[in-house]
């Protein structure tokens, strides 16, 4: 009985893949519609571009002051028009922290009176002593003596104006020379245009 049961399954299987072939086979075998479409046309068209490109770029320099002893600042910039591109860059001396490094040199040497000095020779420092009622040194007098110096010889305190006029001092006269250079260059530039 079993070997029947076999039999009949193989039948079945075999009739499943010849009637799943058949129906394969009858699917692919449709006819295939053609049909033939034809369009015919005529496009007239204009095209108009304009291209903009971005302006040419005037990129400033940069200007690495890393050594934190040095009492360098860097300062970079640069103007770009249709025509011309300029970048400059340049390093200043910073005087505030060149007074404070000399004066700090003095008193590490022991010198107090030294830095003291080296100080004063800062108008703001020179007035908030005398105001205090300690004034700065001078010529190796301290205290009440050296107010009396002080106030015989007014032409050596850091801010004194001869004639009304005040004493330019290198921070003063690199402005005047930043100032002159910026406002060539801008003339030259309504030039060229």
């Known amino acids: 009985m079993r070997v029947k049961k076999k039999t009949a399954l193989i039948c079945f299987i075999i009739a499943f893949i010849i009637v799943g072939y058949l129906f394969y086979a009858s699917m692919t075998s449709a006819e295939t519609i053609v049909t033939d479409n ?56 910073e005087p505030n922290c060149v007074l404070l490094k000399k004066a700090k040199v003095m008193f590490d040497m ?6 003291v000095s080296i100080m004063c020779t800062d108008k703001t420092i020179f007035m908030s002593m005398k105001n205090a009622g300690t004034p700065c040194p001078i010529d190796g007098l301290v205290g009440a003596a050296a107010l009396q110096k002080w106030e015989a010889t007014p032409e050596r ?9 005040k004493k330019w001092d290198e921070d003063d006269k690199n402005t005047a020379k930043g100032v002159i250079g910026i406002g060539g260059l801008l003339m030259s530039l309504l030039l060229l245009i």
């Open 38 to 93: 034809t369009t015919d046309s005529t496009v007239d068209s204009t095209i108009n571009s304009t291209i903009k490109s971005p302006p040419p770029s005037a990129i400033s320099p940069s200007i690495s002051t890393s050594n934190t002893d040095l009492c360098t600042v860097g300062v970079a910039g640069a103007v770009q028009t249709q025509i011309l591109g300029i970048s400059a860059g340049k390093t200043f001396t």
């Open 110 to 115: 022991g010198m107090k009176v030294s830095a």
């Open 157 to 165: 305190w850091p801010d004194y104006k001869a004639n009304g006029k």
